[in-house]
């Protein structure tokens, strides 16, 4: 066990002795664990992100147009089974040629990346460039 004790400031402005408060090493591991696991959440979100960006980008020739070049931003919400909905355009291209293949190259790509389970079914909220150059894949 650590013995934790000291001083601390008063509301009134005065000094206020701790007692001792004993803190078992078990305390120090569970906070080591959950960090860990906190961690590895954060790896596995990024990672399942850009698992979602590269399957929607892989997505964006598959309409027939390849002479479109440009940037659609959307938003969209990943739901818990990995399906997205919700799917809107928030600033243009200027090409509605191009923001319709993006939004379709979206919606194509709903529910193909498998949503790991240590994200919880809780939905997602996205906010997704989809870049298009000539013949770019």
């Not at 997505?59 to 938003?75: Q, S």
């Not at 529910?111 to 997704?128: A, C, D, E, N, S």
């Given at each position: 066990s650590?013995?934790?004790?000291?001083?601390?400031?008063?509301?009134?402005?005065?000094?206020?002795?701790?007692?001792?408060?004993?803190?078992?090493?078990s305390?120090?591991?569970?906070?080591?664990?959950?960090?860990?696991?906190?961690?590895?959440?954060?790896?596995?979100?990024?990672q399942?992100?850009?698992?979602v960006?590269?399957?929607?980008h892989?997505?964006?020739?598959?309409?027939?147009?390849?002479?479109l070049?440009?940037?659609?931003?959307?938003t969209?919400q990943?739901?818990?089974d990995?399906?997205?909905?919700?799917?809107?355009?928030?600033?243009?291209?200027?090409?509605?040629?191009?923001?319709?293949?993006?939004?379709?190259?979206?919606?194509?790509?709903?529910?193909?990346?498998?949503?790991?389970?240590?994200?919880?079914k809780?939905p997602?909220f996205?906010?997704?460039?989809?870049r298009f150059?000539?013949?770019?894949?």
């Amino acid at each position: 066990s650590l013995v934790i004790s000291g001083v601390r400031p008063s509301s009134a402005g005065r000094e206020a002795i701790v007692p001792p408060v004993a803190i078992s090493s078990s305390f120090f591991l569970m906070r080591f664990l959950l960090h860990q696991l906190a961690q590895q959440r954060r790896r596995i979100y990024a990672q399942y992100l850009e698992d979602v960006d590269k399957e929607i980008h892989s997505r964006r020739l598959d309409f027939g147009r390849t002479d479109l070049i440009g940037i659609a931003v959307f938003t969209f919400q990943i739901n818990g089974d990995g399906t997205f909905s919700r799917i809107s355009l928030r600033a243009s291209s200027g090409s509605p040629q191009l923001d319709d293949v993006a939004r379709k190259a979206i919606a194509a790509s709903s529910g193909r990346v498998k949503r790991p389970k240590v994200l919880g079914k809780l939905p997602i909220f996205i906010v997704q460039e989809v870049r298009f150059q000539y013949g770019l894949r």
